[in-house]
């Protein structure tokens, strides 16, 4: 950054790509048609969204019919779950989801559930690693829609989706996989993964806020859910936000180029996050030590708070979460790290530190030192370390 | 000759001062408004400057205020989030399609709605209103200024009506800032959507004001934003782009809509110098309806060839509403304020902006006789 401040936060949001503000500065000046129109500034419009469509199909190898534009991961989720149970129109629909899906699935869940839905709860392992042969029974009882992550926010451990929605499918079930954090760290192919809708979000991969995508797979049993005027061929009423949509069209193109080496930087990052956290005491860190997306490192610091240690990094630049933004705001320990059995002692600890393409080694090796020096302080002033000890 | 953009109601130009305002957010201020650390609140505070901007345009308060990906979200969220499962409602035949999509789809889910006829004018029928209270709704949605008409509701008067019943309103005022007061009335239940892009803010943004104490169930779950009426990671740079349009409206509400009015009565002489038989639809007094949209028809000249004959000339007009200038079809609007078939073919719409220059209008009414006379069959 700009100002010396390093930003360790990519899970949560990631600053747009310098192409991709410069392809929005344009049309936020003179490309202002509304796509629907019929002239020649709204036709101009609507290809310009049209060229975006292809790009974001390339990234994940759909045909561009396949392709939503919505405001963001969170609708297209709601979209998706939402639309398949909707579509079934089961006398009692049976959804499944995982115990560490991002905090929108367990929440369309709820509210599927306060609709007769049966939501089963797939658990994981201690490395975060799902249940196969929990899967296989519960695929028994005939789910409509099985909801899964490709990569975990948190703590970065990829599902084998591949396998999952192969399993699922020939089950008879619809298979939706939130890819949101996979986005430039894995190649995400949705003829290979075999599933019917995945969801992205723009700005977890260097593209605005207010734009996300859902592809949905030509036949998929679904149904539209934000409806007004037929826009996105009837499946997303509503003005087509148009420099978001050109936005998150020029970040798909970059983050589909160039996977192996960023996975390269990224790895290598990780691996420097990991060994000099590792030097701090009684340190854990969380999720498999293989099979996650690299740039991604939890880290839990026994009998301190890890909102603590943000904050205090936070004073000297360093910008880290404890856990997912989204329950940043809330108080209680991370679903994921439940889920995943960390102890108590260490659960309230978690640090999470998320790299991007552009970060730097020697911003990672300052961040780590202003963590380790945080928790050392943390740890002297902290009645709760000695109590967690007795 | 630059082209000449008269489709303000379909979407405006993005006012300049609004991108300044935008640009750091999108370009150097990378914080999720949910993050603790400084970046995260500082996307915060532009969060809730942007609300205040919002709520002071329509007089309310902030905390009344959810932002949305649009009107047409603010619209699904207000009448799917209130309608109670098997309720009743009444909403005008003149909404625009989202709010109507939104009636049939709670209607295939078991709702009743009552379509509230409108007259010559476009004006609501308030017997047909009175009708529908008296025979018990739930809900009532009523646009406030129509997109393809302009034809202004009393509003205000049936915000009292519904209020009285303990009737829950919905008005989608999208068309109103800045071309007409939109100081909200003291509501019973109720909401109101707006859009940003209509008012030169950019799209991908919209606002629904949700009188305290509405019970209106959120559509978007999953995350708690919006006091957990709307989920997702605000899109900030827009949602400040909103509060800055907002504000610039408030401010220059009366010089816009005394530069609309002047450049409406400039644009219809000058075309009826051309072209002396020109009708316009909608109400003739001008207090019932916001200034700068004008609903026109030329007889003897069909709508869609004028339109993509000026289109060429370098002058972008539109047929009805440009949401559903995918196909032509004869507007639901001119039809339910009985315009026949032949006529409705035959109107365009001609939406000023309140910096369209006398230049550009005169030019305007020049094309469009010309490629009028071009177009006319003959009688």
Same mark, same amino acid.
């Given at each position: 950054?700009?100002?010396?401040?390093?930003?360790?936060?990519?899970?949560?949001?990631?600053?747009?790509?310098?192409?991709?503000?410069?392809?929005?500065?344009?049309?936020?000046?003179?490309?202002?048609?509304?796509?629907?129109?019929?002239?020649?500034?709204?036709?101009?419009?609507?290809?310009?969204?049209?060229?975006?469509?292809?790009?974001?199909?390339?990234?994940?190898?759909?045909?561009?019919? !396949?392709?939503?534009?919505?405001?963001?991961?969170?609708?297209?989720?709601?979209? @998706?779950?939402?639309?398949?149970?909707?579509?079934?129109?089961?006398?009692?629909?049976?959804?499944?989801?995982?115990?560490?899906?991002?905090?929108?699935?367990?929440?369309?869940?709820?509210?599927?559930?306060?609709?007769?839905?049966?939501?089963?709860?797939?658990?994981?392992?201690?490395?975060?690693?799902?249940?196969?042969?929990?899967?296989?029974?519960?695929?028994?009882?005939?789910?409509?829609?099985?909801?899964?992550?490709? @990569?975990?926010?948190?703590?970065?451990?990829?599902?084998?989706?591949?396998?999952?929605?192969?399993?699922?499918?020939?089950?008879?079930?619809?298979?939706?996989?939130?890819?949101?954090?996979?986005?430039?760290?894995?190649?995400?192919?949705?003829?290979?993964?075999?599933?019917?809708?995945?969801?992205?979000?723009?700005?977890?991969?260097?593209?605005?806020?207010?734009?996300?995508?859902?592809?949905?797979?030509?036949?998929?049993?679904?149904?539209?859910?934000?409806?007004?005027?037929?826009?996105?061929?009837?499946?997303?009423?509503?003005?087509?936000?148009?420099?978001?949509?050109?936005?998150?069209?020029?970040?798909?193109?970059?983050?589909?180029?160039?996977?192996?080496?960023?996975?390269?930087?990224?790895?290598?990052?990780?691996?420097?996050? !990991? !060994?000099?956290?590792?030097?701090?005491?009684?340190?854990?860190?969380?999720?498999?030590?293989?099979?996650?997306?690299?740039?991604?490192?939890?880290?839990?610091?026994?009998?301190?708070?890890?909102?603590?240690?943000?904050?205090?990094?936070?004073?000297?630049?360093?910008?880290?979460?404890?856990?997912?933004?989204?329950?940043?705001?809330?108080?209680?320990?991370?679903?994921?790290?439940?889920?995943?059995?960390?102890?108590?002692?260490?659960?309230?600890?978690?640090?999470?530190?998320?790299?991007?393409?552009?970060?730097?080694?020697?911003?990672?090796?300052?961040?780590? !030192?202003?963590?380790?020096?945080?928790?050392?302080?943390?740890?002297?002033?902290?009645?709760?370390?000695?109590?967690?000890?007795? | 000759?630059?082209?000449?953009?008269?489709?303000?109601?379909?979407?405006?130009?993005?006012?300049?001062?609004?991108?300044?305002?935008?640009?750091?957010?999108?370009?150097?201020?990378?914080?999720?408004?949910?993050?603790?650390?400084?970046?995260?609140?500082?996307?915060?505070?532009?969060?809730?400057?942007?609300?205040?901007?919002?709520?002071?345009?329509? +007089?309310?308060?902030?905390?009344?205020?959810?932002?949305?990906?649009?009107?047409?979200?603010?619209?699904?969220?207000?009448?799917?989030?209130?309608?109670?499962?098997?309720?009743?409602?009444?909403?005008?035949?003149?909404?625009?399609?989202?709010?109507?999509?939104?009636?049939?789809?709670?209607?295939?889910?078991?709702?009743?709605?009552?379509?509230?006829?409108?007259?010559?004018?476009?004006?609501?029928?308030?017997?047909?209103?009175?009708?529908?209270?008296?025979?018990?709704?739930?809900?009532?949605?009523?646009?406030?200024?129509?997109?393809?008409? /302009?034809?202004?509701?009393?509003?205000?008067?049936?915000?009292?009506?519904?209020?009285?019943?303990?009737?829950?309103?919905?008005?989608?005022?999208?068309?109103?800032?800045?071309?007409?007061?939109?100081?909200?009335?003291?509501?019973?239940?109720?909401?109101?959507?707006?859009?940003?892009?209509?008012? /030169?803010?950019?799209?991908?943004? +919209?606002?629904?004001?949700?009188?305290?104490?509405?019970?209106?169930?959120?559509?978007?779950? $999953?995350? +708690?934003?919006?006091?957990?009426?709307?989920?997702?990671?605000?899109?900030?740079?827009?949602?400040?782009?909103?509060?800055?349009?907002?504000?610039?409206?408030?401010?220059?509400?009366?010089?816009?809509?005394?530069?609309?009015?002047?450049?409406?009565?400039?644009?219809?002489?000058?075309?009826?110098?051309?072209?002396?038989?020109?009708?316009?639809? $909608?109400?003739?007094?001008?207090?019932?309806?916001?200034?700068?949209?004008?609903?026109?028809?030329?007889?003897?000249?069909?709508?869609?060839?004028?339109?993509?004959?000026?289109?060429?000339?370098?002058?972008?007009?539109?047929? +009805?509403?440009?949401?559903?200038?995918?196909?032509?079809?004869?507007?639901?609007?001119?039809?339910?304020?009985?315009?026949?078939?032949?006529?409705?073919?035959?109107?365009?719409?001609?939406?000023?902006?309140?910096?369209?220059?006398?230049?550009?209008?005169?030019?305007?009414?020049?094309?469009?006789?010309?490629?009028?006379?071009?177009?006319?069959?003959?009688?």
């Amino acid at each position: 950054m700009s100002d010396g401040t390093i930003y360790l936060d990519n899970n949560a949001t990631t600053r747009p790509h310098p192409s991709v503000v410069e392809a929005m500065n344009q049309v936020l000046g003179d490309g202002f048609g509304n796509p629907s129109s019929i002239h020649g500034i709204g036709e101009a419009a609507r290809h310009r969204v049209e060229g975006a469509r292809a790009q974001v199909a390339g990234l994940i190898g759909a045909r561009e019919t !396949e392709i939503v534009f919505t405001s963001c991961a969170t609708e297209s989720i709601n979209t @998706a779950m939402r639309g398949v149970v909707d579509a079934a129109r089961a006398e009692r629909s049976r959804v499944l989801i995982t115990s560490v899906e991002h905090e929108a699935v367990h929440d369309v869940g709820t509210w599927l559930s306060s609709r007769g839905v049966e939501v089963g709860v797939l658990p994981v392992d201690g490395d975060g690693v799902l249940d196969m042969d929990r899967l296989d029974a519960e695929l028994a009882h005939g789910p409509v829609l099985v909801s899964i992550m490709l @990569a975990n926010n948190e703590t970065g451990v990829i599902t084998p989706v591949a396998e999952v929605a192969r399993r699922a499918r020939d089950a008879g079930a619809t298979v939706h996989v939130d890819a949101v954090q996979a986005v430039g760290k894995l190649v995400i192919d949705v003829e290979t993964l075999g599933v019917d809708l995945l969801s992205l979000s723009g700005h977890k991969f260097h593209a605005p806020k207010g734009v996300g995508v859902l592809f949905v797979r030509r036949g998929a049993r679904s149904r539209p859910f934000v409806i007004g005027a037929g826009q996105e061929g009837g499946r997303r009423g509503g003005t087509e936000n148009v420099p978001g949509i050109v936005g998150i069209g020029v970040a798909a193109e970059h983050m589909g180029s160039g996977i192996e080496g960023r996975r390269t930087h990224l790895g290598s990052l990780t691996a420097a996050i !990991e !060994e000099r956290l590792l030097a701090i005491s009684d340190v854990r860190i969380n999720g498999a030590r293989e099979g996650r997306v690299p740039g991604t490192v939890n880290v839990c610091f026994k009998g301190i708070e890890g909102s603590a240690v943000v904050l205090t990094a936070a004073r000297e630049g360093v910008c880290l979460s404890a856990g997912s933004a989204c329950a940043a705001a809330q108080y209680g320990g991370s679903h994921v790290l439940e889920a995943m059995g960390v102890p108590f002692e260490y659960l309230h600890g978690a640090v999470r530190i998320s790299c991007c393409e552009t970060t730097t080694m020697a911003e990672v090796e300052r961040a780590c !030192e202003v963590i380790t020096r945080s928790v050392a302080y943390l740890r002297t002033m902290d009645p709760s370390t000695s109590l967690g000890e007795s | 000759m630059p082209r000449i953009y008269l489709d303000h109601n379909a979407t405006t130009p993005l006012d300049p001062r609004v991108l300044d305002a935008m640009l750091p957010y999108l370009q150097s201020e990378p914080g999720n408004p949910s993050s603790l650390h400084a970046e995260g609140r500082a996307a915060r505070r532009a969060v809730e400057d942007a609300r205040e901007h919002v709520a002071a345009m329509l +007089g309310k308060d902030a905390r009344e205020v959810v932002f949305t990906s649009g009107a047409t979200e603010a619209n699904n969220l207000a009448l799917t989030g209130m309608v109670p499962a098997g309720g009743r409602l009444a909403v005008s035949a003149v909404e625009h399609p989202s709010v109507l999509a939104c009636v049939e789809l709670l209607e295939s889910r078991g709702a009743h709605a009552v379509r509230l006829g409108v007259d010559r004018d476009g004006l609501v029928s308030d017997a047909e209103l009175e009708t529908a209270l008296d025979e018990g709704v739930d809900v009532v949605a009523v646009m406030a200024a129509n997109n393809e008409v /302009g034809t202004l509701q009393p509003w205000v008067a049936i915000a009292r009506q519904c209020h009285a019943r303990g009737v829950a309103l919905h008005v989608d005022a999208v068309q109103m800032p800045g071309k007409a007061p939109l100081a909200v009335p003291d509501f019973g239940e109720g909401t109101v959507s707006l859009s940003a892009h209509k008012i /030169g803010g950019p799209k991908g943004v +919209g606002a629904l004001w949700v009188r305290t104490d509405t019970r209106v169930r959120a559509q978007i779950v $999953g995350g +708690g934003q919006e006091r957990q009426r709307r989920a997702g990671t605000e899109n900030v740079a827009a949602i400040v782009g909103m509060g800055a349009a907002c504000r610039f409206v408030a401010d220059e509400a009366s010089a816009r809509m005394s530069a609309l009015r002047l450049s409406e009565e400039a644009f219809l002489a000058a075309l009826r110098a051309h072209v002396p038989d020109v009708v316009r639809h $909608g109400p003739r007094n001008a207090d019932m309806r916001i200034p700068g949209t004008l609903n026109l028809r030329i007889p003897g000249v069909s709508g869609e060839p004028l339109l993509l004959g000026c289109d060429l000339e370098g002058l972008s007009l539109s047929l +009805g509403s440009a949401c559903s200038s995918g196909a032509v079809e004869p507007s639901h609007v001119l039809l339910a304020m009985g315009v026949n078939k032949v006529e409705n073919l035959e109107s365009f719409r001609v939406s000023l902006g309140w910096d369209t220059s006398p230049d550009a209008l005169r030019a305007a009414a020049g094309i469009i006789a010309d490629v009028a006379s071009r177009n006319r069959r003959c009688p």
